[in-house]
T-cell receptor, first 113, second 113 residues
């Protein structure tokens, strides 16, 4: 595709539900990043993939958060037993390499009731 | 503690005027610094990138400066347009291991007709 796409764009979940957020990176981009952006704040790093390998997951806030990229392309961020504090926009970005310009998707706005 | 601080938090200017946004960082050692523009409801888009040895980088009406000694950067917008209304985020990449990048909270710019 022409850019990074994410789905769904909006997700409302009841507290305790599991959610899965999808990211389709730009074709050929080796690197993929997930970020969490609270209202009025800058994005905060969650995790990084190089192809299918998850090289850095130091930003994941708890073990309820899990990300995968099994074939080195599409990635899924899963949040188990969602809490209200998980409400945020989740941004995905891809780049040719880890140091290159990151191209961001539009984000998924998650609201946990 | 946020390692990237931006000021002002928000700014209102008239169309056609210039403005300067500030970014102070404490990330060290330092690899590169980027300025991103984020329109409401969209992911950030890269405007400029500067490495340690660069002092100035321009992209159309956007000019970024970097003083690596004082750990300060600025983004100057010339002859502002209504479409410049957005959040401008300063992002610093450290040189330590991992792929984490530190985002500032952003400056919200409103350009009025």
């Amino acid at each position: 595709g022409a850019g990074v796409s994410q789905s769904p764009r909006y997700k409302v979940a009841k507290r305790g539900q599991d959610v899965a957020l999808r990211c389709d990176p730009i074709s050929g981009h080796v690197s993929l990043f997930w970020y969490q952006q609270a209202l009025g704040q800058g994005p905060e790093f969650l995790t990084y993939f190089q192809n299918e390998a998850q090289l850095d997951k130091s930003g994941l806030p708890s073990d309820r958060f899990f990300a995968e990229r099994p074939e080195g392309s599409v990635s899924t961020l899963k949040i188990q037993r969602t809490q209200q504090e998980d409400s945020a926009v989740y941004l995905c970005a891809s780049s040719l390499g880890g140091e290159d310009t990151q191209y961001f998707g539009p984000g998924t706005r998650l609201t946990v009731l | 503690k946020n390692q990237v601080e931006q000021s002002p938090q928000s700014l209102i200017i008239l169309e056609g005027k210039n403005c300067t946004l500030q970014c102070n960082y404490t990330v060290s050692p330092f690899s590169n610094l980027r300025w991103y523009k984020q329109d409401t409801g969209r992911g950030p888009v890269s405007l400029t990138i500067m490495t340690f040895s660069e002092n100035t980088k321009s992209n159309g009406r956007y000019t970024a400066t970097l003083d690596a000694d004082t750990k300060q950067s600025s983004l100057h917008i010339t002859a502002s347009q209504l479409s410049d209304s957005a959040s401008y985020i300063c992002v610093v990449r450290g040189h330590t291991g991992g792929f984490k990048t530190i985002f500032g909270a952003g400056t919200r710019l409103f350009v009025k007709a």
